[in-house]
Antibody, heavy 122, light 112 residues
């Protein structure tokens, strides 16, 4: 069974750094892209970027380029999303999701994690 | 960026009736070399992550009930639930993957 297990909810202060994680199991982690999707409270889904853990090839949405860093450690089947300096507007639920390996990785999301709720508040 | 616009924003349908959700892309998502439409549909129930229903505009994901179907081509697409069940109450999202990735704003489906 494909599983993506995300790190627990977190509360941070503005200006702090953060890294959240997504551990894949039940499939070949290096053979599929992993994407990150933001969902702000009561809002729709926003694609942030994708990474191919096999070679760390990464593509960012223009809206999130320079705002976050996506990485992966294939030795522990884990992808990461990190911020160097959080803002209150980063408060949202963040999902990781798997993408089938077609072309450049821009495909559909066939399996999702449960999401990590990030709250940024002073 | 390709902008995806869903309609309606809210939809209320009686149990057993047909529900129809529309998704329009700002440019065609039909790739002429393989004649495939680069569009997916998701269902998101309250407090849950999205769940893939449909990809390639009309291919149902394994395990998805056959009351869910996708249709359309080019810029206009439809998700149809042929006979609404109580468990279908959710927000439905469309997504294009023709050029980068973008989602529609979502359609909330409720029971009338």
């Amino acid at each position: 069974e494909v599983q993506l297990v995300q790190s627990a909810a977190v509360v941070k202060k503005p200006g702090e750094s953060l890294r959240i994680s997504c551990k894949g199991s039940g499939y070949s982690f290096t053979g599929y892209w992993i994407g990150w999707v933001r969902q702000m409270p009561g809002k729709g889904l926003e694609w942030m970027g994708i990474i191919y853990p096999g070679d760390s090839d990464t593509t960012y949405s223009p809206s999130f380029q320079g705002q976050v860093t996506i990485s992966a450690d294939m030795s522990i089947s884990t992808a990461y999303l990190q911020w160097s300096s959080l803002k209150a507007s980063d408060s949202a639920k963040y999902y990781c999701a798997r993408l089938p390996p077609y072309g450049s990785g821009h495909t559909w999301f066939d399996s999702w994690g449960e999401g990590t709720l990030v709250t940024v508040s002073s | 960026d390709i902008v995806m616009t869903q309609s309606p924003e809210f939809l209320a349908v009686s149990l057993g009736e047909r529900a129809t959700i529309n998704c329009k892309s700002s440019q065609s998502v039909l790739y002429s070399s393989n004649n495939k439409n680069y569009l997916a549909w998701y269902q998101q129930k309250p407090g849950q992550p999205p769940k893939l229903l449909i990809y390639w505009a009309s291919t149902r994901e394994s395990g998805v009930p056959d009351r869910f179907s996708g249709s359309g081509s080019g810029t206009d697409f439809t998700l149809t639930i042929s006979s609404l069940q109580a468990e279908d109450v959710a927000v439905y999202h469309c997504q294009q993957y023709y050029s980068s990735i973008t989602f529609g704003q979502g359609t909330r489906l409720e029971i009338k």
